[in-house]
């Protein structure tokens, strides 16, 4: 993976020693160095359906790998279940065959109530049992003490582990490992990050710093992070990004009552080429831009040899390789917004494999930690989320009442 930084701002040399210092307590950082034999326990599975019901960091991450390699072949197939809207929850289960379904129960807290609701709506037509049934949660919890009492196979998430910092636990090795995905070789190319920022020299140590850097410097003046990812294959990539960024910035400063973040936007090139690039061309100049592009599709689909009548002038791409073709509409974007004196950053990796996405996850999960130093936040709490939370619950119980 390489990243090219088109900025060199200043650098708060203390936040390197403050991260060092994070990781002793923060949970996330040791996931690439895990014990995976856990794992093993799932080799008794083997239903062709799998089915996850979570949101957010239950689900996401997951979702992501699942999307980044839609292009291999699979003998089984990953649902979600990741909303309270009835008709998408009826149109996943459609998809499922029920006689050849694992579901698999995500919540961090084990009682986030759109991942219970869609649960319970599971259990009016499957009775609980402990063969077609996983829950992940933590230690204690309430869905984790279900799980002891009905025998079912319950996996633990570390409490210094955060959901949307999960991906790489086993909310998303489970899942992943059930489809038969490479997840030492995620774990690995996490690793490679985690290594050559700690340890192997300082380039990732230094363009992690500089980015975090800048970010903080200009909030106010750069206030949108847009990620422009030049191929379909991140569609939800950018999705688990933008709950990352999110939900771990957008916050009151620690020590005081300003309210700070950064509005993280996921795109697609060359798609939002056509609509979201306007606005970065020629309008407000408050965004800065992560390009991601893949060197190698290990695709060799070339544009026919064809001339369509009255569209001559278009023959320039003839013979030429859709995946050079979406590599060069890529790179004139960036000379575009070079020239503009758009604040921007370009990320490639070699190829679209498990190991790379590793690397990105990884890579994003040290950016947010570093922006939400410099930024002065907790970045691992949700305080906002929470208050909705309450409210809600607060709702269902005047209904309730209501109903009775």
Do not use: C
Not at 210 to 219: G, L, P, R, V
């Amino acid at each position: 993976m390489k990243n090219r930084l088109y900025y060199d701002p200043k650098v708060n040399p203390n936040i390197f020693n403050e991260i060092k210092k994070e990781k002793d307590f923060i949970g996330y950082y040791d996931l690439p160095l895990q014990d995976i034999t856990y794992l093993s326990r799932l080799d008794k599975f083997n239903q062709k359906h799998i089915v996850v019901v979570g949101i957010g960091g239950s689900s996401l991450g997951t979702k992501a790998v699942d999307t980044f390699l839609s292009y291999q072949d699979r003998a089984k197939k990953l649902h979600f279940i990741e909303t309270t809207d009835p008709i998408t929850i009826k149109q996943v289960l459609r998809n499922v065959d029920m006689e050849d379904a694992l579901f698999l129960i995500v919540s961090k807290s084990g009682g986030t109530i759109e991942t219970i609701a869609a649960f319970k709506y599971i259990l009016s037509f499957k009775e609980l049992n402990n063969k077609d049934f996983i829950f992940i949660t933590d230690l204690d919890s309430p869905l984790y003490k279900l799980g002891k009492e009905y025998q079912i196979e319950t996996f633990e998430i570390a409490k210094n582990v955060g959901g949307r910092f999960s991906v790489l636990s086993a909310v998303g090795l489970v899942p992943l490992y059930l489809m038969g995905y490479r997840v030492k070789e995620l774990l690995r190319g996490a690793k490679k990050i985690k290594d050559e920022f700690f340890h192997e020299g300082k380039k990732t140590k230094d363009i992690l710093l500089k980015k975090a850097s800048f970010y903080a410097e200009h909030m106010v003046h750069y206030n949108i992070n847009a990620l422009f990812s030049y191929s379909e294959l991140f569609r939800d990539f950018n999705a688990w990004y933008v709950q990352l960024w999110a939900e771990s910035l957008g916050k009151k400063q620690e020590n005081s009552e300003l309210n700070v973040g950064l509005t993280p936007v996921g795109l697609i090139g060359p798609t939002d080429q056509h609509s979201f690039l306007q606005l970065i061309v020629e309008g407000p100049k408050d965004k800065t831009v992560t390009f991601i592009k893949i060197k190698d599709f290990k695709d060799n689909t070339k544009v026919p040899n064809t001339t369509i009548k009255e569209l001559e002038n278009l023959d320039i791409v003839n013979g030429v390789k859709f995946e050079t073709l979406i590599n060069m509409q890529a790179d004139s974007i960036i000379e575009n917004l070079k020239n503009r004196q758009v604040p921007l950053d370009v990320i490639e990796i070699e190829e679209p494999n498990i190991y790379y996405l590793g690397q990105l996850f990884f890579y994003y999960e040290l950016l947010t930690a570093l922006t939400g130093k410099m930024l002065g936040v907790n970045t691992y709490n949700q305080p906002g989320v929470e208050e909705g939370k309450i409210i809600l619950k607060e709702k269902l119980t005047n209904h309730t009442k209501k109903g009775k």
